[in-house]
């Protein structure tokens, strides 16, 4: 965390939302200058909302702990806000790096992406409800995309990025066991295969060799996991109901002896 404030030093001010942190991560953001928003946020979109609302600029560059903006995106970033302002919203490249592996192509489902509307004016970008990857709501046009790419480490090796597959599919879980209909299992698979074409032959995974045909499977086999995560929360949620029921039940029979 400390190298990505480091390099946001160009920024006005930087807002650091700190969710549920056991961390030292708050001292770092304190250290470093920056406004701290600490809370509870269960909702990655209410997360971000909390960010957006704090920021006080007429512009907010959105950039998350494990990513890092380079000196020649910062100057471009800046030329662009201060002398080019052809849009309401900008795009920035992302290069995923796993360790020191910078894998450009093959990007698909909900591992990584290959570009996000990141620069934008304040109050024109809202998020849906979500846990992960919030869908965003813009208002106003685009003014492209920049040429300088954020740098996003995805793990210090493919276990780190095995590692990210598990995260991420345990808090979309949360999501999915939110539905009212749960997908099918089939559903899931051809979903899976649909994510594996869509990054190893159309987005060019194929160019990446192993590192390309890994990101494919990984992210193929997301939307399966997920799924099967999800049940296990749902399950886990009406243990906790049922326990909750029977503690009170004690509780009341409790009294009602106690007062006897």
């Known amino acids: 965390m400390s190298d990505c404030l480091r390099k946001l030093s160009f920024c006005d ?10 961390d030292r991560s708050q001292e770092i953001a304190r250290r470093n200058g920056c406004v701290v928003i600490d809370g509870i946020f269960p909702l990655e979109s209410q997360r971000k909302a909390a960010g957006a609302a704090a920021c ?7 950039i998350e702990p494990d ?3 380079d ?26 790096y796993v360790g020191e592996t910078l894998v450009r192509d093959g990007w698909a489902g909900q591992l990584s992406a290959r570009r996000e509307i990141r ?23 685009s ?9 996003r480490i995805l793990g210090r090796d493919t276990g780190g990025l095995v590692e990210r597959l598990n995260r991420l599919a345990a808090i979309a879980a949360e999501d999915i066991a939110d539905r009212k209909r749960q997908p099918w299992a089939i559903q899931s698979l051809a979903a899976g295969a649909g994510v594996f074409l869509m990054g190893f032959v159309l987005r060019g995974g194929w160019r990446e060799g192993r590192m390309g045909l890994l990101v494919a499977t990984l992210s193929a086999t ?3 996991l997920a799924q099967v ?26 009294l009602r002896y106690g007062t006897r």
């Open 222 to 224: 997301f939307p399966l």
């Open 119 to 141: 620069l934008y004016k304040r109050g024109l970008k809202s998020w849906q409800a979500r846990r992960l990857n919030a869908p965003s709501i813009l208002a106003g046009r």
């Open 71 to 96: 000196a020649h995106l910062a100057w471009e970033i800046r030329a662009v806000l201060q002398m080019r302002q052809d849009g309401d919203h900008y795009d920035l490249p992302i290069d995923n």
């Open 56 to 62: 006080t600029g007429d512009w907010i560059l959105e």
């Open 13 to 22: 001010e930087v807002v650091v939302v700190a969710d549920r942190c056991t």
């Open 67 to 69: 990513e890092l903006v």
């Open 229 to 254: 995560r999800a049940r296990d929360v749902i399950e886990a949620r009406k243990a906790a109901v049922a326990a909750e029921a029977a503690t009170r039940v004690s509780r009341l029979r409790d």
């Open 143 to 151: 003014g492209g995309a920049l040429k300088g790419a954020v740098r």
